[in-house]
């Protein structure tokens, strides 16, 4: 079993890193039920795995090597550790469901927040039984990330503020065409990068 889960957290690390490879701007989400927790269990680190940030091998039973780079964030950890759970076990809270998201230079994603509808874990079993009540349709509750979609575009360098540096680089790149539709240097989303895209980018200059 340990087996198993080492080779599926490295096959989706690989994957997601070939597609970073293939298009470095390419924004990528992996949500959902990874069955794993976010940090070491002492036998297979799967989250680390996934994300580009392994255990040593001296943390745990089986170990993997960096796969992914840049490495993956999981937003999980910027909630609060009182909220940081969405599945109960024999009345244990844990964290299960997980939202890992690319963080490089032209494919950073900027979240604006993670909620759970608490709609199963704080509620008894005995709903399940109950066809006139919601909670308790599943045993995990549901996570919401929410993002803004506004800071990707034009922040070349994936700082997360739109300068003159992001400038520059859009300036480098006229004459080009956007290597995809979310190249943040295509500040207008025509996709070709010219002096439209410059223009349109000092609008949101929020330092010099």
Do not use: W
């Amino acid at each position: 079993m340990r087996t198993k889960r080492r080779a599926q957290a490295e096959y989706l690390a690989n994957l997601i890193q070939s597609r970073q490879s293939a298009d470095p701007t390419e924004r990528i989400v992996s949500v959902g039920d990874y069955n794993a927790f976010q940090f070491n269990d002492g036998y297979v680190d799967s989250i680390a795995t996934i994300k580009g940030t392994p255990t040593p091998a001296n943390q745990v039973v089986l170990a993997s090597g960096d796969l992914v780079n840049p490495d993956l964030k999981d937003l999980v950890d910027d909630v609060p550790a009182s909220e940081r759970y969405s599945f109960s076990f024999d009345g244990n809270a844990q964290e299960l469901d997980h939202v890992l998201v690319t963080t490089g230079p032209l494919n950073r994603l900027t979240a604006a927040g993670l909620q759970y509808g608490r709609m199963d874990a704080d509620f008894p079993e005995i709903y399940r039984n109950d066809p006139n009540r919601p909670e308790r349709l599943s045993d995990h509750d549901p996570v919401v990330a929410y993002f803004s979609l506004a800071a990707m575009r034009c922040d070349a360098n994936g700082d997360g503020v739109i300068t003159q540096a992001d400038l520059v680089i859009i300036r480098n790149a006229n004459g080009q065409g956007a290597s995809g539709p979310f190249d943040p240097r295509d500040g207008n989303g025509d996709g070709a990068i010219n002096v439209a895209d410059f223009r349109y980018c000092q609008l949101g200059l929020t330092r010099q």
